[in-house]
């Protein structure tokens, strides 16, 4: 049983360069979400979406995109990374009934330099 | 705003109890969870409380009150494997979104 699936787990990039961190789920969650978690830091939801087809934004939504053409998938795309982008970022997904846990991937360490 | 206040951090003895305060301020309320996260880990779901009282699992206990808005995560007979980030999120509206608070560190000692 997987649960939520993240990839890569490590990145380094350049200031300006683009990329997608991947993020899979295989529970038939409808509600997936990306957090990023600075060090010493709370989660900061960045976007989530509650089902294919439907993205909305969260607290911190600015140099990122998000897509969800599928329930499995939720792609996050950094346009241009910037210094103040490296940080660990968390896919996590859930049911919609509101006393159900949120399942979080292992998370993807990101440096920008 | 929407926002929601712990103890930056917390130490006790092994074989202690400790409890854990989450205060939050929003425009609308839904429930209150809790995390647990260990050092390069990712967070894993203890409890949640959507009505006011007292929810028991385990070693583990988290309590709500919707008037105060206010909850606690209370932890009996302290393990050294307790030691780790304790993180209260809240449900704040019809979208299922998840807001997380800040963390508490908790460290055990022996």
């Known amino acids: 049983n997987a649960g939520v699936t993240q990839t890569p787990k490590f990145q380094v990039l350049k200031t300006g360069q683009s990329m997608t961190l991947q993020c899979a789920q295989d529970?038939?969650?409808?509600?997936m979400s990306w957090y990023r978690q600075d060090p010493g830091m709370g989660l900061r939801l960045i976007h989530y979406?509650?089902?294919?087809?439907?993205?909305d934004q969260g607290e911190v939504p600015n140099g990122y995109n998000v897509s969800r053409s599928t329930t499995e998938d939720f792609p996050l795309r950094l346009l241009s990374a910037a210094p103040s982008q490296t940080s660990v970022y968390f896919c996590a997904s859930r049911t919609g009934q509101g006393n159900q846990p949120q399942h979080f991937g292992d998370g993807t360490r990101l440096s920008i330099l | 705003g929407q926002s929601l206040e712990q103890p930056s951090e917390v130490t006790a003895v092994e074989g202690a109890i400790v409890q854990i305060n989450c205060t939050y301020q929003t425009s609308g309320f839904y429930g209150l969870s809790w995390y647990q996260q260990h050092d390069g880990g990712a967070p894993t779901f203890l409890s949640y409380?959507?009505?006011?009282g007292l929810e028991e699992t385990g070693r583990f206990s988290s309590f709500l009150s919707r008037s105060d808005s206010y909850g606690y995560l209370l932890l009996q007979e302290l393990q050294m494997k307790d030691s780790a980030s304790y993180f209260c999120a809240a449900r704040m509206d019809s979208s299922y979104k998840l807001i997380f608070g800040s963390g508490t560190r908790l460290l055990v000692r022996p």
């Open positions: 529970m038939n969650h409808e509600y």
């Open positions: 409380n959507a009505l006011d």
């Open positions: 979406s509650v089902g294919a087809g439907i993205t």
